[in-house]
Every structure is written in C-alpha cells, then in structure tokens.
T-cell receptor, first 116, second 115 residues
Framework: DAGVIQSPRHEVTEMGQEVTLRCKPISGHDYLFWYRQTMMRGLELLIYFNNNVPIDDSGMPEDRFSAKMPNASFSTLKIQPSEPRDSAVYFC??????????????FGDGTRLSIL | AQSVTQLGSHVSVSEGALVLLRCNYSSSVPPYLFWYVQYPNQGLQLLLKYTSAATLVKGINGFEAEFKKSETSFHLTKPSAHMSDAAEYFCAVSLAGAGSYQLTFGKGTKLSVIP
C-alpha cells in the first residue's frame, strides 16, 4: 500500500521566495496533519484537516503560512515570503476516522526545507 | 490539556542490553498513548499504541510498553537491543473522546546502540 507521499523531499531557496510543499495522504484517510520539526522546538502541529476542511490552524506560526486541501487526495502548505527561520523538516501525516483519537497517524518522509 | 515528558534526550545501551525509554504523560481524561520511531531522514513510524484494551502493549520489532495509570507512565522496553534499533523515539498522547483531535508529542529520545 502506498503511504503518505510528500514532495519535494528537499527544497533549498532564497529568502523571500514562495515555497509550496505538497502532500498526498493515504487513500481513504479523512484526517490530514501538517507538522514542523526543528532541533529547538521538536515536533509542532501546524494545522489539521478533516474531510478537506481546516479544523485547527492555531499552530500556524504567522500569516506567511497557509495550507489548503482542495480534495481528499491532495494538500499544500505554502510559505510566502519565506525566511531563514522557516528552515525545518515539514511532515504531512494522515489518519482514518476518529473515534476519540485512537487512530494512529501515518507520516510521510518529510520535506527538508532550507531558506538561505 | 495533555502533555508528555520523555526523560533523557539521549540514551546509550550496549548491543544485547535492555532498552528502557521513559515517558510520563499528563491528561485530565483517559488518554490514548503512542510510541513512534524515527530513523534518519525518514518520517515517524508507529511502534505501538495503548487504547485501554490491555495495559501491556506489544509492538513491532520486539518493543513493548506498559501503561501504568498510578504512575502516569508509558515506558517503552525491549529485552535485547540490536544495532538497528538506533533511532529517535517519540512518545505521544491523544485525548480519548475529546471531540477534536490533537496528538501531543514528547521531545524525543535518541537511542544509541554500542556494539
């Protein structure tokens, strides 16, 4: 079975540029999560969707960050304009249903983002 | 609000020795608890989960964890470490029946296995 697929795996760009990260969740999963991982702050939940609708975006650091889920098989996380402090590994995860949170999340391999 | 504390950001064990990674949680309601493993340059992979069915949970790769409500702990163990166990391990907690979903992760414990 195909897992969560993220692209690109690595992204290096200059400060001020727009960055778009992409995610394809596992087919049939109705929850999608975006995380950021850094040495200093560990894993942070940025936003999550249920049935393509954003449920909680309180973890999005600032207005430069935006996320969309136009359909059940695709989501994007966009940073515009990007800054060096946005450098991190960004993970997408998905899970099926939610009976009170007992379903595990399945993670993609991440996008390693470097902003110069 | 729930929280997770992993004691020890780095643990070293000899190959063949017992692995013990500690996790304590804080939750106002019965929690669901998870252990994930992250190998270099990869995403997090589920090792095991506790969902109130049994207090001793067995996972993949010979790992297991025991839920102890009185100690608010969910420590991860493996009787005999293998070189391939070297990775970072994350404990996570989710609220049961909370209506909105949030998985809170600990800061992780990096396990080194010495040959």
């Amino acid at each position: 079975d195909a897992g969560v697929i993220q692209s690109p795996r690595h992204e290096v760009t200059e400060m001020g540029q727009e960055v778009t990260l992409r995610c394809k969740p596992i087919s049939g999963h109705d929850y999608l999560f975006w995380y950021r991982q850094t040495m200093m702050r560990g894993l942070e939940l940025l936003i999550y969707f249920n049935n393509n609708v954003p449920i909680d975006d309180s973890g999005m650091p600032e207005d430069r960050f935006s996320a969309k889920m136009p359909n059940a098989s695709f989501s994007t996380l966009k940073i515009q304009p990007s800054e060096p402090r946005d450098s991190a590994v960004y993970f997408c995860a998905s899970s099926s249903g939610m009976t009170g949170g007992d379903q595990p999340q399945h993670f993609g391999d991440g996008t390693r983002l470097s902003i110069l | 609000a729930q929280s997770v504390t992993q004691l020890g950001s780095h643990v070293s064990v000899s190959e063949g020795a017992l692995v013990l990674l500690r996790c304590n949680y804080s939750s106002s309601v019965p929690p669901y608890l998870f252990w994930y493993v992250q190998y270099p340059n990869q995403g997090l992979q589920l090792l095991l989960k506790y969902t109130s069915a049994a207090t001793l949970v067995k996972g993949i790769n010979g790992f297991e964890a025991e839920f102890k409500k009185s100690e608010t702990s969910f420590h991860l163990t493996k009787p005999s470490a293998h070189m391939s166990d070297a990775a970072e391990y994350f404990c996570a907690v989710s609220l049961a029946g909370a209506g909105s979903y949030q998985l809170t992760f600990g800061k992780g414990t990096k396990l080194s296995v010495i040959p």
